[in-house]
């Protein structure tokens, strides 16, 4: 044994022993947090009109209200869709009514057992310019809906009496691109604590070293002391592996009236990597000891693993080459609104990891915490993004009205709150911010960049350029560690070679819109096209005038080595930002996404599995159901190399991928086919040319009956999980009829509810909350939500004249 291998052994030795008296397994804790979800009462508008509601939080109060035209109409120059001239449009914050100020308020009981405790109220969002008040005394204030805050309300407490805790929040017009939210839209704690107690966010763990031997852990802490003296303290810090400790140290040390940052390093043995295949993860437990006594314990997440940046052969993970097949994320949930749920957003990540994705860019703006831990937990690589807008407004009303205050306080509370994340591997501090078209542009980039490097100097700062000459003319692209570009495949090489140290990635990617099930022929590229039935194209060959097609981009990446990857926009439709049918009315949500409003996996699903995915896929599109003797486009979305179309058993051709035409590249076409009612069928072909795989798809009849899937059959009785079932519109044979628009209702008994419908439609405007919907092309979604009590819940979907249709979900305490 080498000697200092010996050393190790002996120092992991000592540090275990002198911890091991003080933590006897993860779950002990000596701070109480209570997560205050329910019993809020709710008032909107202030007004003698509106009564008190009671309502649980999270909470959106605008998502359940009726859609309105009026609603932040915007005569607005948008430079980023290319705009020359004003334009005014309706629905491009979703057409909801979340403008105007919300009042919440819920009754707190403290006891004299917390007296000498410091108590404080947390919260992960709130739209927004938040002021919290207790017992009517202001404590603090928040302008940025999207940051994480918390507030000291220890000096404003009444024991052993009624305390009052208000939040006012107020959402201003011409305020936001998109929808934003309205409310409380994510979790509030009260957090108690000893006197003496590590800080909110208040660990920073980085692994400086790690081999396949050993990993070293180094942990700052930053510890509080508000007794009213001095403390002789002892820190105990253990990490454990599933539940079970590797590694512990201590140190003392005398403490006086005031905050003090406290450094220490432990060596794990054999460390287990974090990566997208086995995102591994490990827990410090910090306890703070006075004399014998434990008074406080906090726990934080990190892993181990390795990233590397480099200008000519892209991005490496634990030394492995990876590329990014990333998504951009709004925060919204379609029919759910900005409430955020952590079990919708586990649902969503698990398509995305179906389809293959590896990576997500929380777009435009701070996510709820819950994202960047779900994606330490599934396996994705995350992009942390700040901001949409600096000091230069796109907006009246948007963050330029807060920059010069609150930039720095709100990228250094993102910064801390999520930077011991393994998942987490780079900074966003902008996205197509208007100080690319400024000569000293670059100043605020480098503001940014340099409160990066202070607070995380293990991570890079990134930025997404729309304006490609100006961000590079003016020094924005170089004032960040590493530029992302959006919509630029045609840029990737030029860049490189006239920035060749620069390490590149695709920001923002396609932007090809698409409305799920919808089919113009022939199947050919629509720039920014305009149809009277304000849908676009599911062959995925429509795109607003800035944008392009999956195509395009994956022939970009393929062809530049260089790049890291791309996030496509986006992974899943949201509300506002009706693109490209902005002036036109009724639309209300974006065609961008891969998955649609509902949650209905597009076209567009498959031909990205098809190209990130190691799963073999053959998707045919369009439906069968056309007129007699009509000419149609078929295609087929696969990472088979080639394949024979049949039509009612006759050959329409054998058609093989050909790189040197883009649209032959990753798919297959035959786009002059002879419409005839009955079945189409794809055959994927071996070398030899023999079948190895098949996709048929039928003409459809008349609706006659319904059929509910669920993305689930049991769930957890807590009162928040979340079931998506699925209705489809059925011919007598189970056939889906491409077309049906039957009118649906629902009806739910047990221990569930009916939280939110939906069908994917951007032009419709049925309400998310009523217990019915129109399907939109043979499909909509109900979104169940457990209660707090186990049994079962039942679905019954009816339709006048249909068969109607019933699903049963277990409910349990523990699953």
Same mark, same amino acid.
């Given at each position: 044994m080498k000697t200092n291998d010996l050393f190790y052994l002996i120092l992991v030795f000592? =540090?275990?022993?002198? =911890?091991? !008296?003080k933590i006897d397994k993860i779950d002990k804790t000596d701070r109480e947090v209570t997560r205050l979800t329910d019993q809020w009462e709710f008032q909107f508008q202030d007004t003698l009109e509106n009564e008190w509601t009671t309502v649980t939080v999270p909470h959106d109060w605008a998502i359940s209200m009726p859609f309105d035209k009026s609603i932040d109409m915007q005569e607005v120059l948008v430079l980023e869709d290319g705009e020359r001239v004003p334009k005014l449009r309706t629905g491009r914050t979703g057409a909801l009514p979340h403008i105007g100020k919300g009042f919440y308020r819920k009754t707190l009981q403290f006891s004299n057992q917390d007296k000498g405790k410091k108590i404080f109220v947390q919260f992960d969002g709130a739209m927004s310019h938040a002021k919290v008040y207790i017992n009517k005394e202001f404590v603090g204030s928040w302008p940025y809906g999207y940051s994480s805050f918390e507030f000291d309300i220890t000096p404003y407490i009444k024991y052993n009496k009624e305390n009052l805790l208000d939040v006012h929040l107020e959402n201003k017009p011409l305020s936001s691109r998109w929808y934003p939210g309205a409310g409380i839209y994510r979790d509030v704690r009260i957090v108690k604590t000893n006197p003496v107690y590590v800080k909110n966010w208040g660990t920073f763990i980085t692994t400086p070293e790690i081999t396949s031997s050993k990993g070293k852990v180094n942990i700052k802490t930053n510890v509080q002391n508000d007794s009213d003296q001095p403390k002789n303290i002892e820190i105990i810090q253990s990490i454990f592996y599933k539940n079970e400790r590797v590694s512990s140290n201590t140190k003392t040390l005398k403490m006086g009236v005031s905050d003090q940052e406290i450094e220490m390093n432990l060596e794990v043995v054999s460390p287990k990597l974090w990566s997208i295949e086995t995102p591994n993860l490990y827990q410090v437990v910090t306890q703070i000891a006075v004399g014998d006594e434990i008074v406080d314990t906090y726990k934080s997440q990190f892993g181990f693993r390795t990233i590397k940046f480099t200008n000519n052969e892209g991005f490496f993970l634990n030394g492995q080459h990876v590329k990014f097949k990333g998504v951009c994320l709004h925060h919204d949930l379609g029919p759910l609104g900005a409430a955020h749920n952590t079990s919708a957003w586990r649902h969503r990540l698990m398509k995305m990891k179906e389809m293959g994705a590896n990576a997500i860019r929380s777009t435009h703006n701070p996510s709820d915490p819950s994202l960047v831990q779900l994606a330490d937990e599934l396996g994705f690589l995350f992009v942390a993004e700040a901001f949409d807008e600096w000091e230069e407004a796109k907006t009246e009303n948007g963050y330029n009205k807060l920059w010069h205050e609150w930039a720095e306080k709100d990228l250094v509370a993102l910064i801390h709150r999520d930077r011991n994340h393994p998942s987490l591997i780079m900074w966003s501090i902008g996205n197509e911010i208007r100080e690319q078209n400024k000569e000293d542009g670059y100043k605020n980039a480098q503001f940014l960049t340099d409160i990066v490097h202070r607070e995380d100097p293990t991570r890079p700062s990134t930025a997404g350029f729309n304006n490609y000459k100006a961000a590079i003319d003016n020094g924005l692209a170089d004032a960040v560690d590493i530029p992302g570009w959006n919509y630029k495949p045609n840029k990737y090489k030029v860049t490189h070679e006239k920035h060749p140290e620069w390490k590149m990635y695709g920001s923002e990617t396609a932007s090809t819109v698409s409305s799920r099930g919808e089919y113009f022929f022939p199947a050919k590229e629509g720039k920014h096209k305009i149809r009277p039935s304000l849908q676009a194209n599911s062959f995925d060959m429509d795109f607003p005038n800035w944008a392009q097609t999956p195509d395009r981009e994956f022939k970009a990446q393929e062809n530049s080595e260089f790049m890291m990857g791309e996030f496509v926009w986006t992974g899943y439709d949201y509300l506002g930002?009706?693109?490209?049918?902005? $002036?036109?009315?009724?639309?209300?949500?974006?065609?961008?996404?891969?998955? &649609? +409003?509902?949650?209905?996996? *597009? &076209?567009?699903?498959?031909? #990205?599995?098809? @190209?990130?995915? &190691? $799963? *073999?896929?053959? @998707?045919? +599109?369009? @439906?069968?159901?056309?007129?007699?003797? !009509?000419?149609?486009?078929? @295609?087929?979305?696969?990472? #088979?190399? *080639?394949?024979?179309?049949?039509i009612n058993g006759k050959s329409m051709g054998v058609k093989s991928k050909n790189p040197s035409k883009l649209y032959d590249t990753y798919r297959l076409r035959w786009d002059d086919i002879t419409y005839h009612a009955g079945e189409v069928k794809v055959v994927a072909l071996n070398e030899k040319g023999e079948a190895i795989a098949e996709e048929v798809k039928y003409t459809a009849g008349q609706p006659h009956q319904l059929k509910i899937e669920v993305d689930r059959s049991e769930v957890k009785a807590n009162g928040e999980e979340i079931v998506y079932a699925t209705v489809s519109v059925l011919d007598k044979n189970g056939v889906l009829c491409p077309r049906a628009n039957n009118l649906i209702t629902f009806d739910i008994d047990g221990e569930g509810t009916i939280r939110a419908v939906g069908n994917g439609d951007p032009t419709s405007l049925e309400s998310f909350v009523d217990h019915q919907r129109k399907a939109f092309n043979g499909k909509c979604v109900t979104i169940l939500q457990s209660s707090k009590t186990e049994g079962t819940i039942t679905l019954k979907a009816n339709s006048a004249g249909l068969v109607s249709a019933e699903v049963i979900v277990s409910s349990k305490n523990s699953i």
């Open positions: 000592f =540090g275990c022993t002198f =911890g091991c !008296q930002e009706p693109t490209p049918y902005n $002036e036109e009315w009724p639309t209300k949500s974006s065609y961008f996404g891969i998955i &649609d +409003l509902a949650g209905i996996p *597009k &076209d567009r699903f498959y031909l #990205y599995k098809s @190209h990130w995915s &190691d $799963e *073999k896929v053959l @998707h045919l +599109l369009p @439906h069968w159901n056309w007129k007699e003797g !009509q000419t149609v486009s078929v @295609h087929c979305y696969t990472n #088979y190399y *080639k394949a024979e179309l049949f």
